[in-house]
T-cell receptor, first 109, second 114 residues
Framework: GQNIDQPTEMTATEGAIVQINCTYQTSGFNGLFWYQQHAGEAPTFLSYNVLDGLEEKGRFSSFLSRSKGYSYLLLKELQMKDSASYLCAVIDSNYQLIWGAGTKLIIKP | TAGITQAPTSQILAAGRSMTLRCTQDMRHNAMYWYRQDLGLGLRLIHYSNTAGTTGKGEVPDGYSVSRANTDDFPLTLASAVPSQTSVYFC?????????????FGEGSRLTVL
């Protein structure tokens, strides 16, 4: 079967750095997305990785290792508004999007 | 820019009743999707449409139907609601088919079936 694993919940301190991991076992790979979802709101796009390496976008970076079936989202200089769930999603060989259950990130002052 | 509009935002429905969740987009995207989101689970695809006039089944299509009469509208119908259909429903669109494009989501419709 296909599986996306993310930690259920993480806690971090305002101003710090946090890394949210995502491991996947899917039938093929055609790309990986990260989305942010604030409580009670719609998911919004953060990043897309299809090649190995690090993609940086402001305070957020996303890393991919296809050989390890692994990605992480790195959030720097954490702000209270970063409190949200972070969803990892993988495109499989049939171009179907497989979603992880999400990681709830709690930021403390 | 409105993006994607869903209605209603919240609804309580008696089991056995029918319900249509509406979804309208103004971005002229070809691909549209309906997902349900349940606690502890990833988003699950119900139905999708790659272009006006075509629809397809997703991971959990049973009990749901869709239509795509034009580019902008993609309603989701529950013919006879059951309590297991209690969920938050998200409509989404993408400029590209085949899951490779960024998804734009509506604000969601919270449905409770009693």
């Amino acid at each position: 079967g296909q599986n996306i694993d993310q930690p259920t919940e993480m806690t971090a301190t305002e101003g710090a750095i946090v890394q949210i991991n995502c491991t996947y076992q899917t039938s093929g790979f055609n790309g990986l997305f990260w989305y942010q979802q604030h409580a009670g709101e719609a998911p919004t796009f953060l990043s897309y990785n299809v090649l190995d390496g690090l993609e940086e976008k402001g305070r957020f970076s996303s890393f991919l290792s296809r050989s390890k079936g692994y990605s992480y989202l790195l959030l720097k200089e954490l702000q209270m508004k970063d409190s949200a769930s972070y969803l990892c999603a993988v495109i499989d060989s049939n171009y179907q999007l497989i979603w992880g259950a999400g990681t709830k990130l709690i930021i403390k002052p | 820019t409105a993006g994607i509009t869903q209605a209603p935002t919240s609804q309580i429905l008696a089991a056995g009743r029918s319900m249509t969740l509406r979804c309208t987009q103004d971005m002229r995207h070809n691909a549209m999707y309906w997902y349900r989101q349940d606690l502890g689970l990833g988003l699950r695809l119900i139905h999708y449409s790659n272009t006006a006039g075509t629809t397809g089944k997703g991971e959990v299509p049973d009990g749901y139907s869709v239509s795509r009469a034009n580019t902008d509208d993609f309603p989701l119908t529950l013919a006879s609601a059951v309590p297991s259909q209690t969920s938050v429903y998200f409509c989404a669109s993408s400029a590209r088919q085949g899951a490779t494009g960024e998804l734009f989501f509506g604000e969601g419709s919270r449905l409770t079936v009693l």
